[in-house]
């Protein structure tokens, strides 16, 4: 497999990451305040405790998310740092990675 197909690859595992991160941002802002305005309405609600599981779950994802982030991040720096060298990565590429 050529470096710049390798580079493309892990440039798109980390936008991927990086959506579902801000996905998961959402979810959790939305998730938290249903429970509030349940909490308003009726506190003793069984569903509060469900979604706050739901929430915790959520929040567990996202960390774990973010790790793998970090993790891809990390390993596209060696990869390119490796291969920037030997002049294998594309500009275009490198303007991409720039971008991240």
Do not use: W
Not at 52 to 79: A, G, P
Request: charge should be negative.
């Amino acid at each position: 497999m050529s470096v710049d197909k390798q580079v493309k690859i892990k440039i798109n595992c980390i936008k991927r990451l990086t959506k579902e991160n801000h996905y998961y941002d959402n979810e959790i802002l939305k998730m938290a305040e249903t429970i509030s305005e349940m909490i308003e309405i009726d506190p003793t609600n069984y569903e509060i405790a469900k979604k706050n599981e739901l929430l915790q779950e959520t929040i567990l994802t996202q960390k774990t998310t973010k790790i793998l982030t970090v993790q891809y991040i990390k390993d596209l720096q060696m990869f390119v740092y490796k291969h920037l060298e030997k002049g294998d990565i594309s500009q275009e590429l490198i303007e991409e990675i720039n971008l991240i």
